[in-house]
């Protein structure tokens, strides 16, 4: 046992003093320097390789190859917006499209609406040599008003009817004044509200004269036959009243509707409305057609004629009057000619004008023929005819 114990301690000693072997490098040898630039095994795998030549310059080559393609895309992106402008549309010759005429338009406007009873059904009737027509307006109704070219003669020749013509001459649709005042707008009493006050019997009699009288000279020249006309007629015996003002309202500048009051008699629809409610309120077995403005030109600053639907006199161009005034009968369920896309438009106005805004003879003649055309709509498309009972 103590042999053994001395055994162990004296090898361990033996295994603490041991030395190992060290390798002595100097540093200042040449060998070190070669030593360090071999490479070695187990450093390879954690080092990167070492770079290919001529990396560096493949690189600077694809950052310029880059900047070329997007410069030749910018350029054929530019080049093909120059092209396009250059070739844009497809030129045509006007000649050739117009060489069988300005074509007309095949979407209207119009309404056409028979009359109906208290129960709201529609009634037909046959509007013939037996019918009477009163007519409101300015100038198409009213010039040359005597002669057989007359438009409301030329309906009078084409429906075999009686046609009491009580359009004025100068007059607008629209009134200036909310009330009568005819001191100071006396010729708001030719305005299609107030001519329809003085035709149901309401009292406007010195205010009517007195207008006249403040206008003098400037009054319009069948001012007192209209006057007379009015006073003197039984409204019961008339069948169709037709309206038609033409494109003054809108060269005046007149304003056009309210939102708030569809009444407002110096609305250009308003007016139209107030006095077609009074109609019906107090006539309701009347039928009435209104027979929008045609086509007129608008005057620029340099007095040429322009395009109505470009040149605006305080409100808006010609056609939204026209749109604005088929909604106001739609809404009152009455009779509504479309003229301005329908008979009269801007393609073919020189033939049917005598200047910007009156109607020479044919245009007339075609205004004409599209009134006939509604009076008559529902016998010549085959709509049952009523008798005067079921009024």
């Known amino acids: 046992m103590k042999d053994k114990n001395t055994s162990h301690s004296s090898s361990r000693k033996e295994h603490i003093h041991e030395i190992p072997d060290l390798d002595i490098i100097d540093l200042e040898s040449d060998e070190l320097d070669s030593s360090f630039d071999a490479p070695q095994k187990e450093d390879a795998l954690l080092s990167p ?6 990396g560096t310059k493949k690189g600077i080559l694809s950052r310029i190859n880059i900047h ?4 030749a895309v910018a350029v054929l992106f530019i080049v093909g917006i120059v092209y396009k402008v250059k070739t844009w549309g497809v030129f045509v010759d006007l000649e050739e499209i117009f060489k069988d005429g300005p074509g007309e338009y095949d979407d209207t406007f119009d309404v056409i609406l028979p009359l109906t009873n208290a129960a709201g059904q529609p009634v037909y009737l ?33 429906t075999g009817g009686t046609v009491y013509n009580c359009s004025v001459s100068g007059s607008y649709l629209a009134a200036l004044s909310p009330s009568l005042k005819p001191e100071e707008y006396p010729m708001d009493i030719f305005n299609f ?4 006050v003085l035709a149901i019997g309401e009292n406007m009699d010195d205010s009517y004269r007195r207008g006249v009288e403040v206008l003098g000279d400037n009054a319009p020249p069948e001012a007192m036959e209209v006057y007379h006309t009015l006073k003197n007629l039984d409204m019961n015996t008339i069948d169709v009243i037709t309206i038609m003002y033409d494109a003054s309202d809108y060269l005046a500048g007149h304003e056009m509707y309210s939102d708030q009051n569809a009444t ?12 077609i409610e009074l109609i ?24 040429e004629y322009v395009s109505s639907d470009i040149q605006r006199y305080g409100w808006d161009v010609l056609s939204t009057y026209v749109i604005k005034q088929y909604a106001s009968c739609a ?54 005819s009523s008798t005067e009972e079921s009024r």
């Open 68 to 71: 070329i393609v997007l410069l």
């Open 49 to 54: 390789s070492p770079k290919k030549a001529g």
């Open 126 to 158: 046959d509007y013939g040599e037996d019918t009477s027509i009163l007519m409101f307006g300015n100038a198409p109704f009213a010039d040359d008003r005597d002669s057989e070219d007359n438009l409301a003669n030329m309906i009078q020749e084409m």
């Open 280 to 303: 019906q309120q107090n006539y309701p077995d009347i039928r009435i057609i209104v027979l929008s403005p045609t086509y007129a030109y608008g005057i620029n600053e340099e007095g």
């Open 193 to 196: 509200y107030w001519l329809c």
């Open 264 to 275: 407002d008699i110096v609305q250009f629809t308003g007016n139209l409305e107030a006095g």
């Open 331 to 384: 809404s009152r369920s009455v009779t509504f000619v479309d003229n301005l896309y329908g008979t009269i438009n801007e393609d073919n106005a020189d033939d049917y004008l005598v200047d910007h805004l009156h109607l020479n003879v044919a245009g007339r003649k075609k205004v004409a023929e599209r009134f006939v055309y509604a009076l008559n709509y529902f016998q010549d498309s085959g709509a049952t």
